[in-house]
DNA sequence: TCCAAGATGCAGACTGGTTGGTATGTCACA
DNA sequence: TGTGACATACCAACCAGTCTGCATCTTGGA
């Protein structure tokens, strides 16, 4: 909804309101938000190709010149909405809260990160906009692919170096390798959002993060040991 | 290609030319089958929202009147792909192998298939057909979603059920909740798919496996442990 | 055994609606 | 007064689905 109004675009209209008092008419890179918002919401529902664009217009109030004045053509605004908003999820839900941890447990905080997964019946429907694309995309279009193959890979990085953390502080197992265990934690992940998607249940992915959080445990040092 | 041609339409065939020399004209499950199995391709490839009618047709040398005369509508075409392709793939691939392992060691059993998934190329950008279809239309058309359901629960009863063996046979730990271990197993497997399709490299598919089949191995029972 | 007649299986032109995209005009703003 | 930021009418392509017509097959009766 307003979570597209960014710290930015709040200063902008401030310093705007000394000069005049036009409020938000010819506001681009509003407009370019809103677009992008609406957009990825469609996208998020019937997937890139079926996203219609009379659609994402219809529900910005916003006009076909306006859209193919800030984006050269669907395609171009699918790469905006990997880039600039499925990115920013990622680094959001997982980049950010590993490196926020930086002195506490890596499987402390990826337990945590993975219980706050939002398990509302929306997101469980619409499942994971990541995968949702990659799933979609990947095959279709190597530039799709491409965009989201950085994502994946920072996302595998930013869990990787968080255990490496954790080796080092003695709190995570040295017989791992850890590319792998990361990437064995995003298919978990991914996994079980499918099923939850299709199965439509808030117990089909508490179930995955139970075993998740189990099998993240396992990871732990001998030392490390904290409950059953 | 052939592999539609099952035994029932040989035999048919054979009848026929008994009574006349016309070898197969007028063969209208045939033609179905012929429908069926490029509509799988075509929907395997672009999705079933983006696959095309007229691009089956032009695959199979069919024509409309054909096609809307064996499938009410593009839907029930979908929904006959479901049931008839992607559910006989999950009973052949998982069901009947799991069956056939009777008295075998369902660990080793589950290793094998796994192992044994397709790792080529088409298959890996192609991905799971059935993880394909649930992504995108369990969330907009609910007979879809019930009928992909449908073999997702049988895939996971026939696991559960193999684990269930394993464990009267003192092969399987005792401390499962064998549904979860399937499930856990399934979206392991769906997990990786995804990855794999994405990064369309069959290293990515391969570790894995690797991974998958090391935590299946931690399933055996105390008295059950064969390797590293 | 043969033929008539209805049913089956299919051919292919056609349609109405939707789609991404464009061309041109226009208004705000610096 | 020019350029940035739109608005709107328009278009060609596409797409699922329909309709009519026709060849082939099956069936029932003589």
């Given at each position: 909804?307003v979570?597209?109004s960014?710290?930015?675009?709040?200063?902008?209209?401030?310093?705007?309101?000394?000069?005049?008092?036009?409020?938000?008419?010819?506001?681009?890179?509003?407009?370019?938000?809103?677009?992008?918002?609406?957009a990825?919401?469609?996208?998020?529902?019937?997937?890139?190709?079926?996203?219609?664009?009379?659609?994402?217009l219809?529900?910005?109030?916003?006009?076909?010149?306006?859209?193919?004045?800030?984006f050269?053509?669907?395609?171009?605004?699918?790469?905006?909405?990997?880039?600039?908003?499925?990115?920013?999820?990622?680094?959001?839900?997982?980049?950010?809260?590993?490196?926020?941890?930086?002195?506490?447990?890596?499987?402390?905080?990826?337990?945590?990160?993975v219980?706050?997964?939002?398990?509302?019946?929306?997101?469980?429907?619409?499942?994971?906009?990541?995968?949702?694309?990659?799933?979609?995309?990947?095959?279709?279009d190597?530039?799709?692919?491409k965009?989201?193959?950085?994502?994946?890979?920072?996302?595998?990085?930013?869990?990787?170096?968080?255990?490496r953390?954790?080796?080092?502080?003695?709190?995570?197992?040295?017989?791992?390798?850890?590319?792998?265990?990361?990437?064995?934690l995003?298919?978990?992940?991914?996994?079980?959002?499918?099923?939850?998607?299709?199965?439509?249940?808030?117990?089909?992915?508490?179930?995955?993060?139970?075993?998740?959080?189990?099998?993240?445990?396992?990871?732990?040092?001998?030392?490390?040991?904290?409950?059953?």
């Amino acid at each position: 909804m307003v979570i597209g109004s960014c710290k930015l675009g709040g200063m902008l209209l401030a310093r705007k309101n000394l000069k005049r008092r036009a409020p938000r008419l010819r506001d681009p890179e509003r407009t370019r938000q809103r677009l992008l918002q609406a957009a990825f919401r469609e996208v998020y529902r019937c997937g890139f190709q079926s996203a219609g664009i009379d659609t994402i217009l219809a529900a910005t109030n916003v006009t076909k010149g306006a859209l193919y004045y800030h984006f050269e053509s669907k395609e171009a605004l699918g790469y905006a909405i990997i880039e600039e908003i499925v990115a920013e999820m990622t680094r959001d839900r997982w980049l950010r809260p590993l490196q926020r941890s930086k002195d506490e447990d890596p499987i402390d905080a990826l337990i945590g990160i993975v219980q706050a997964i939002p398990a509302r019946p929306k997101n469980l429907k619409g499942g994971c906009p990541l995968v949702n694309l990659a799933q979609e995309m990947s095959q279709l279009d190597e530039q799709f692919r491409k965009r989201l193959e950085r994502i994946f890979h920072a996302w595998q990085e930013g869990i990787t170096m968080a255990l490496r953390r954790g080796q080092y502080q003695g709190r995570v197992r040295r017989d791992l390798v850890l590319e792998e265990t990361a990437s064995f934690l995003i298919a978990m992940v991914e996994g079980y959002e499918v099923l939850a998607k299709n199965a439509q249940d808030a117990k089909v992915w508490k179930m995955g993060v139970r075993n998740i959080v189990g099998w993240l445990s396992s990871l732990r040092a001998a030392g490390n040991r904290k409950r059953g």
